[in-house]
C-alpha cells in the first residue's frame, strides 16, 4: 500500500529546494532542462537531480554509488537517521515551512535511462587541456578543444576514450564515444545532435556528419561567428526535428551550411537538412552545401594538409 506521506515528499518537495537549504549550490554550466547539477562547496559532493516521469524527484550522486533515490534516500543517506525522523525533517516542506524555499525552474520530467547516461557523463574529465586520441590521430589541437565554443563539449573517459554528448530538448540524451578503431555510444542513451555552444553574434550553422568532422571543419576554415552540430551519422526522425529547431533558433538572416561526407550517404543527409530548415518557415535562412573536395570527409582534408579547395553551393530551401 502507498504511503501517501512519504508520496507527497518525494513528489511535493522540489529535492534542488531542499539540497540548497543543505548548502549545496546550483552548477549552472552543468545543468541543462531536465537536469540540475548541484555541489556543496564544503565537502565537495556533487549530485545530479531529474524529474522521474512518474513525479518523483530523484537524485545521484557523482562520488558514490550508492548514494541515489529519492528525497527520503537524500536525507536518510546524509545524516543517518530512521524514516521516522526523516518524516519530522521533511513535513515542514509540505506546507509549514516559515522561511521560503529557493526558487528553481519547473524540472522537466525525464526517463530513468536519463540518470545513468548523466551520471557517467559527470564522471569524465572535460578535454579542455587537449585529448590525446584526437590531437595525435586526429590532428586537433588542444587550442580548438580550450575554446569557449567548445567548452564541455568533449570530455575523455577512463579508456581514453573521447567522447561526444548529445542533447534534445530535454538535454543530455546520450554521447559517442570514439577512439582507435573503436566507435560506441552510451548504453541506454538516444542520438540526438551533438552542439557547440551558441553566441548571440552566430550568424551560421556548420551541420555535420560526425563531431569529429565539425572540430576538423573549425580548423580548416575558421569561424567565430559559426556554431556547430552533428548528427553522428544516419539521422533518426527525432534528429530531423532537431535539426529544424536548430535552424529556427538562429539569429535573423544565418546561413545554415551542410557540411556531409563527400559521398552519396552525405548527399543524402544534406537533403534530410535542407527540407528541415525548409520546415522552419523562415524565408531569412540561406541555406549551402560544402564537401570536401578530394577527401571523403573532413577529417581525412585536415589530416591530409596542405588545405585543399573545397566545393561550396548555395542553395535555396524550399520553405513549408
Known amino acids: 500500500m502507498v504511503d501517501a506521506e512519504l508520496e507527497s515528499f518525494k513528489t511535493n518537495i522540489d529535492l534542488r529546494a531542499y539540497a540548497a537549504g543543505q548548502g549545496y549550490q546550483l552548477d549552472r554550466k ?7 547539477v548541484m555541489r556543496h562547496p564544503v565537502n565537495h559532493d556533487k549530485v545530479i537531480i531529474k524529474r522521474g516521469m512518474d513525479g518523483h524527484y530523484v537524485y545521484c ?13 537524500f536525507v536518510q543517506f546524509r545524516q543517518r537517521v530512521s524514516i521516522g525522523v526523516v518524516r519530522k525533517e521533511l513535513r515542514p516542506w509540505i506546507g509549514q515551512s516559515s522561511s521560503p524555499a529557493p526558487l528553481f525552474a519547473p524540472l522537466q520530467k525525464s526517463e ?19 585529448h590525446p586520441y584526437l590531437e595525435r590521430e586526429r590532428a586537433l589541437p588542444a587550442s580548438l578543444l580550450a575554446l569557449d565554443r567548445f567548452a564541455g563539449r568533449i570530455r575523455i573517459d577512463d579508456r581514453g576514450n573521447a567522447v561526444f554528448p548529445h542533447f534534445d530538448e530535454q538535454g543530455l540524451s546520450g554521447y559517442e564515444l570514439k577512439n ?8 541506454g542513451g538516444v542520438k540526438s545532435l551533438w552542439m557547440s555552444h551558441s553566441l548571440l553574434d552566430d550568424a551560421r550553422m556548420i551541420i555535420t556528419e560526425s563531431a569529429i568532422d565539425a572540430l576538423s571543419h573549425a580548423v580548416l576554415f575558421p569561424d567565430t561567428s ?19 529547431m536548430a535552424a529556427a533558433a538562429m ?8 557540411a556531409m561526407d563527400n559521398d552519396a550517404a552525405g548527399a543524402e543527409l544534406s537533403d534530410v ?21 578530394g577527401f571523403k570527409d573532413w577529417n581525412d582534408q585536415l589530416r591530409k594538409r596542405p588545405q585543399s579547395l573545397s566545393s561550396y553551393r548555395p542553395e535555396v530551401p524550399t520553405v513549408a
Open 251 to 258: 539569429p535573423v538572416g544565418s546561413e545554415i551550411v551542410s
Open 112 to 130: 530513468k535511462d536519463r540518470m545513468k547516461v548523466e551520471t557517467a557523463w559527470a564522471r569524465m574529465k572535460d578535454a579542455t587541456d587537449g
Open 61 to 73: 550522486s557523482v562520488r558514490d554509488d550508492r548514494d541515489n533515490g529519492s528525497i527520503i534516500d
Open 226 to 244: 559559426a556554431r556547430y552540430a552533428s548528427i553522428g551519422g544516419k539521422p533518426n526522425p527525432q534528429q530531423s526535428e532537431l535539426i529544424r
Open 180 to 187: 582507435v578503431g573503436f566507435t560506441g555510444f552510451a548504453s
Open 273 to 293: 537538412v535542407k527540407k528541415a530548415v525548409g520546415l522552419t518557415g523562415r524565408l531569412d535562412l540561406r541555406f549551402s552545401v560544402q564537401e570536401p573536395f
Open 30 to 36: 552543468e545543468s541543462w532542462r531536465g537536469t540540475s
